[in-house]
T-cell receptor, first 112, second 117 residues
C-alpha cells in the first residue's frame, strides 16, 4: 500500500538526550514536512524539504534538525536544545500540482 | 505572514443535523488554497475538502461543502446530515501558490466537533 509511515508510535526520552523520529513515504512525493501539535493548538511547521538534499526552517525550528538524503525519507532529530519537546509530531508529504498534503499517523514524544 | 483563525474551540450537534464551522484568514496574496482537515481520535490527519481562491464556485465533497467569501476572507465548512463518525477536530489551513508548487500550510487552532447520538 502507498502511504506515509512514522515510527515509533510512542517514544520516551530522558532529558538531555537526542532522539530521532522516522518518516518514510512511498508516494514518490518531492516535498516532505514536519509539524508539531500541542494540546489546544494547531499544527506548527518545524522543517520542510522541497527536494532531496535541501530543506528549510519552518516557524519553530530551534532545537530540531533534519536531513533529506533520500526522496522517501525525512528523519527529524529532537535535540537536547529543544526546551519543551513533549508533543505529537506529524510528518506529511506532497507533490505538485495537487497541492494536497498527506499525513502520516504521527509519533507521540514524551520527555521523562 | 498569513494567519488562520478558528473562533469556535468546541461545537456539538445532534446526529443527522447540519453544522457549520467557521474560519477566517488574513493574507495579502491573491492566489492561494484553503483546506479543511479532519483529525479523529486516532489523530490521523485526513483531508476533507480543498478550495482554490481563483475559483468562485464553492467546493463540495459529498456531505461536506464550503462557503468561500474571498473579499471577507472567510472559509466556513458545512457538514450536512452529520454522522457519529464526523466527531473529530477540524482544522482550517491556508497555503499560498508558488511557482515551485510545494509550500507549507498554515493551520488554525481547530474546532472540536462532537456529534451526539
Amino acid at each position: 500500500d502507498g502511504g506515509i509511515t512514522q515510527s515509533p508510535k510512542y517514544l520516551f526520552r530522558k532529558e538531555g538526550q537526542n532522539v530521532t523520529l522516522s518518516c518514510e513515504q512511498n508516494l514518490n512525493h518531492d516535498a516532505m514536512y514536519w509539524y508539531r501539535q500541542d494540546p489546544g493548538q494547531g499544527l506548527r511547521l518545524i522543517y520542510y524539504s522541497q527536494i532531496v538534499n535541501d530543506f528549510q526552517k519552518g516557524d519553530i525550528a530551534e532545537g530540531y534538525s533534519v536531513s533529506r538524503e533520500k526522496k522517501e525519507s525525512f528523519p527529524l532529530t529532537v535535540t537536547s536544545a529543544q526546551k519543551n519537546p513533549t508533543a505529537f509530531y506529524l510528518c506529511a508529504s506532497s507533490i505538485p500540482p495537487s497541492n494536497k498534503q498527506f499525513f502520516g499517523p504521527g509519533t507521540r514524544l514524551t520527555v521523562l | 505572514a498569513q494567519t488562520v483563525t478558528q473562533s469556535q474551540p468546541e461545537m456539538s450537534v445532534q446526529e443527522a443535523e447540519t453544522v457549520t464551522l467557521s474560519c477566517t484568514y488574513d493574507t495579502s496574496e491573491n492566489n492561494y488554497y484553503l483546506f479543511w482537515y479532519k483529525q479523529p481520535p486516532s489523530r490521523q490527519m485526513i483531508l476533507v475538502i480543498r478550495q482554490e481562491a481563483y475559483k468562485q464556485q464553492n467546493a463540495t465533497e459529498n456531505r461536506f461543502s464550503v462557503n468561500f467569501q474571498k473579499a471577507a476572507k472567510s472559509f466556513s465548512l458545512k457538514i450536512s446530515d452529520s454522522q457519529l463518525g464526523d466527531t473529530a477536530m477540524y482544522f482550517c489551513a491556508y497555503r499560498h501558490i508558488s511557482n515551485f508548487g510545494n509550500e507549507k500550510l498554515t493551520f488554525g487552532t481547530g474546532t472540536r466537533l462532537t456529534i451526539i447520538p
